[in-house]
C-alpha cells in the first residue's frame, strides 16, 4: 500500500532529518486492511533511527504529537482503529517545543 508519511516540528530528526516519506506498506498476516495501531509499529520498525521514545509511548504517539490523516486529526477517526487506505497521507506533528 502506498503512503505518504510527513514528519514535522522536530519528529524528522528520528528520521535523519527526511521530512517526507513516499512507502510502501505491506498489509500485517491475516489482515484485511491497514490501520494506525499497525503503521505506527511500522514506522517504529523502519523509519524511526534515532531515539524512537521521542516518538512512540506504548503501541501509541507519545502525547504532544498530532497526527492528521488526509488533514483530520486522527482523534476525530478513531486514532489507533483509523483505517488507512492506499495513497493515504499521514502527517506527525510535535507540538512540543523548547522555549
Same mark, same amino acid.
Given at each position: 500500500m502506498q503512503l505518504t508519511l510527513e514528519f514535522g516540528g522536530g519528529l524528522e530528526l528520528l528520521c535523519e532529518s527526511v521530512k517526507i516519506h513516499k512507502v510502501n506498506v505491506d498489509l500485517p498476516d491475516g489482515a484485511d486492511n491497514l490501520n494506525m495501531?499497525?503503521?505506527?509499529?511500522? !514506522?517504529?520498525?523502519?523509519?524511526i533511527k534515532e531515539r /524512537?521514545?521521542?516518538? +512512540?509511548? #506504548?503501541?501509541? =504517539?507519545? /502525547? #504532544? =504529537?498530532? !497526527?492528521l490523516v488526509n488533514d483530520c486529526d486522527w482523534e476525530l477517526s478513531g486514532q489507533l482503529d483509523t483505517? +488507512?487506505?492506499?495513497?493515504? !497521507? =499521514? =502527517?506527525? +506533528?510535535?507540538t512540543l517545543h523548547g522555549g
Amino acid at each position: 500500500m502506498q503512503l505518504t508519511l510527513e514528519f514535522g516540528g522536530g519528529l524528522e530528526l528520528l528520521c535523519e532529518s527526511v521530512k517526507i516519506h513516499k512507502v510502501n506498506v505491506d498489509l500485517p498476516d491475516g489482515a484485511d486492511n491497514l490501520n494506525m495501531k499497525h503503521l505506527l509499529s511500522w !514506522v517504529r520498525t523502519n523509519l524511526i533511527k534515532e531515539r /524512537p521514545e521521542m516518538f +512512540i509511548k #506504548g503501541d501509541t =504517539v507519545r /502525547p #504532544g =504529537v498530532l !497526527v492528521l490523516v488526509n488533514d483530520c486529526d486522527w482523534e476525530l477517526s478513531g486514532q489507533l482503529d483509523t483505517t +488507512i487506505e492506499e495513497k493515504d !497521507v =499521514v =502527517v506527525f +506533528i510535535s507540538t512540543l517545543h523548547g522555549g
